[in-house]
Nanobody, 116 residues
Framework: QVQLVESGGGLVQAGGSLRLSCVPSGNINSVNAMGWYRQAPGKQRELVATITSGERTNYADSVKGRFTISRDNAKNTVYLQMNSLKPEDTARYYC??????????WGQGTQVTVSS
């Protein structure tokens, strides 16, 4: 069954923006650190950004200055604001969360496609 649900992906032209959201399922009581990963066809999944419960953030060098990760702790929801999108950002984006007892949760991903 679904653990995390991502939304907000789509097709956008280079230079455009998208905002991704990730919402835990009703079966998840709470989460701690959360993050976004992405995977393009033929490539390994890579870290995009993470955010702790204390809102300390970390970004991949390739997205620094363009992407912003944020969270709403009351809703256990994480967001990824993506600006100045480039074709190389094209990938399926996955949400990740660490829950109680260090349990790991994943979403099924949302596709982001950036055209030239």
């Amino acid at each position: 069954q679904v653990q995390l649900v991502e939304s907000g992906g789509g097709l956008v032209q280079a230079g455009g923006s998208l905002r991704l959201s990730c919402v835990p399922s009703g079966n998840i009581n709470s989460v701690n650190a959360m993050g976004w990963y992405r995977q393009a066809p033929g490539k390994q999944r890579e870290l995009v950004a993470t955010i702790t419960s204390g809102e300390r953030t970390n970004y991949a060098d390739s997205v620094k200055g363009r992407f912003t990760i944020s969270r709403d702790n009351a809703k256990n929801t994480v967001y990824l604001q993506m600006n100045s999108l480039k074709p190389e950002d094209t990938a399926r984006y996955y949400c990740n969360a660490v829950g109680v007892l260090s349990r790991i949760y994943w979403g099924q991903g949302t596709q982001v496609t950036v055209s030239s």
